[in-house]
């Protein structure tokens, strides 16, 4: 584009065959909207670090814990179009296993690596009974699950806490030592952008095509020889991978864990907010886990806490019905508007 | 040059309950050759498409590809031998760029593993140029080119079709199969896919087999035809003599067009 300012569809050029544009995946950025997007994320990142009092450091690190878990509800639900009531199931798993593993003075690696073992086998368990359901039936079984869950919680309560919770041992990795505000904060965030940065590599994979024709159209997966089984399953792994992890990072961040943060109520409230958010964008993933940690505390501060699943409720109708593409992508379109009147 | 297999379809029946959608139907697809497959509604048109790409059970007789029986093969086992369909239905990712939505039809070449897609393994980069050229090739092709990034659901029913028919050419399958792509077009758009499809069978040398009901197109596109009634052939030929037959003109026209001619 140059600077000219003849009206550009006055005159077309003439169709050059040569000038064919090299084949890319999405439009390419201008450098200034590049520049744009480095400086948002660099002032995103480090705007809380500097200047956020410690009780909101603690909740930004929170927020990032619970991106970690939208983002996985982004691939199950958003791009392949699964609903599941379990995702707070699959949180409870990880935070429970971390807890468990971290009171036997396990280091956090082996807490790591056993909260993905759990997290697969549980994600495992609940994809495979369900691969022939989806829609409402579906969200029915992973919903069974979660009340599953919140059983056993309750009947082992030497081990758990059971219904009274327990007080987990602050994450500390190397020198970052989750009671100290600044590395709760990195602790969450670091873990969450590599988060980010899968989801949206998958955008630049057939992993993440086969998602979203699988959401869009199982005749069509079929066709063109998708293997739609394998595709709900590995979604399904993301998933609750990354819910076990959001789960673990949950509990050694907030040094408290207990069976209402995992219970159905959660799981509802993880989907309104990546329906919210808009659920099959990245940034709207951040926006629901924002929406979830910060949004209950601002009611409560003004006193009026049960205010939060009226909103919640009304907001998720506006959303459905105003704006398929939540928030974020009503914030897109606008911008886009803007442009091109501009 | 890919060669494209004939399709032999022998003593074919496929059958719903009592109702026999198709009955003892044989027929040849000569190879590398471009087929309409006309009739009147309920005449069991998709019902062949879907028998030959796996879409529903056969109940008796078989289906081959060249000398090779494929009826009881799943449909994902077809599509990799190189038989990709089209819906009447366009049945796209809506909310996804057009870009995204020919990529996907990708599929059946090889892909890397799942978890080397995942993690970006060093195998990716390369078979993703190859996957993006081939898709800028195919839209350039369609005329496309101009809205490659947008979401399919911004743009008009006639650009969406094509988005589809591409989606079943980015891989360059051997047999192709389309049931009623002119559907919802106007003429204009009509002449202009017709144009399209000629000149990829030209080029990619595949077997093509189109279900159409409009008479202009078949016989603008199509080198041989097959006319259904009821499940059964009643007529097989160039697309003049076969709409020129009077069982054909009787089942596909009534009687309307005696009193026109």
Redesign the interface.
Known sequence: MTSTSLPVTAQAAPPDVAAVPAAAEKPARSRRQTLVVVVGLLAAIAVPALTFPAFWLFLAAQVAAYAIATLGLNVLYGRTGQLSLAQATFMGAGAYTGYVLGSQGQAPLVQLLAVVAVSLVVGAVVAVPTLRLSGLRLALVTLAVGELFAWVLVHTSPLTGGSQGANVEPLVIGPLDASVPLFAYLLGLLPALLATALVLHLDRTQLGRRMLLVRDSELAARATGVPIIQTKIVSFLLASVFAGIAGWLYGGINGFVSPPDFNLFASVYLLVAVVIGGARSVLGAWVGAAYIVVLPQVFTALGIPNLYALVGGALLALVALLAPDGLVGLARSAVGRRRRTA | MTTAPGISIRDLTVAYGAFRAIEELTVEVPAGRIVGVVGPNGAGKTTLLNAI?G?THVSGGSIHLDEVAVQDWT??RR??AGV????QTV???????V??NV??????TR??F?LA????LPS?PRS?RR???A??AVI?RLGL?DVV?QRVDALPFASRRLVEVA?VLVSRPSVVLLDEPAAGLDQAGRHELAAVLTQVHAEDGCTMVVVEHDVDLVQRLCQHALALDSGHLISEGPPADVFATPEVQVAYFGRSLDAQA
Not at chain 2, 91 to 97: A, F, Q, V
């Open positions: 790409t879409f449909v994902r599509v990799a990709v369909r089209g819906f049945r796209l990712m809506e909310r996804e760029s870009m995204t990529l996907v039809g990708l599929e059946r892909q890397p799942v897609q995942l993690f970006g990716q993703r996957d993006l050229d898709a800028n350039t080119a990034h989606r």
